[in-house]
């Protein structure tokens, strides 16, 4: 992903301190895009992948396991079904 397409798809964190450097680390390197299916699934989804800081998340999940700092967490997941439906569109109907 581009610099300026990860500019465009963290658009609601514009205005946040933190904003440059998270579009700098997802424009940094390959990225692995899923849509995920089920059953309470962004709920499942946050659980597997932990809390955002990964010195606060818990052992097992994956930003434990695989974030550097919490700008830096190694994952990114939809937090609800709108903006799901906004993440799909972003990457898939281009």
Known sequence: ITKE???EFYIVHQTKPFYEKLCNYLSSGPIVVMIL???????KNWQI??????????????????GLSID????HGSD?????????????NK
């Open 72 to 75: 830096k967490n190694s994952v």
């Open 80 to 92: 609800s079904l709108e903006n799901a439906k906004t993440e799909i569109n972003f990457f898939f």
């Open 5 to 7: 397409e990860a500019a």
């Open 37 to 43: 299916e089920g059953e309470d699934v962004i709920s």
């Open 49 to 66: 992948m932990g809390a955002t800081d990964p010195l606060k998340a818990e052992v097992g999940t994956l930003r434990k396991m695989f």
